[in-house]
């Protein structure tokens, strides 16, 4: 069983940065995936980044491709996810998911999710 906590969400203007922090407690998360999630108010839950096991492969929507960093700090057993030049369009609710083995950005296949970070950006 693995715990996370998001944290880093807040209020920023547009064109500002945060950095959201994913923190497992339990197993290592350098043995997992781990992919970045978001929800708006009104619409699904979409991927945002994704990076696996070694951090070789990491992946990007196309609405935050080049904005957004995804990294880990294996010592600290966290994720991050840097979000430079937010837009008001980047407001929703984030969540961190862990637990696949093998790189997915397919939600169905993360067990494990924390309880979100809000995220808001005003224009």
């Known amino acids: 069983q693995v715990h996370l906590v998001e944290s880093g969400g807040g209020l920023v203007q547009a064109g500002g940065s945060l950095r959201l922090s994913c923190a497992a407690s339990?197993?290592?998360?350098?043995?997992?995936?781990v992919g970045w999630f978001r929800q708006a108010p009104g619409k699904a839950r979409e991927s945002v980044a994704a990076?696996?096991?070694?951090?070789?492969?990491?992946y990007y929507a196309n609405s935050v491709k080049g904005r957004f960093t995804i990294s880990r700090d294996i010592g600290k057993n966290t994720v991050y996810l840097q979000m430079n030049g937010l837009r008001p369009e980047d407001t929703a609710l984030y969540y961190c998911?862990?637990?696949?083995?093998?790189?997915?950005?397919?939600?169905?296949?993360?067990?494990?999710w924390g309880q979100g970070t809000q995220v808001t950006v005003s224009s």
């Open positions: 339990g197993p290592t998360l350098s043995s997992y995936a």
């Open positions: 990076i696996s096991r070694n951090s070789i492969t990491t």
């Open positions: 998911a862990t637990g696949a083995h093998s790189f997915t950005t397919a939600q169905a296949m993360y067990p494990y």
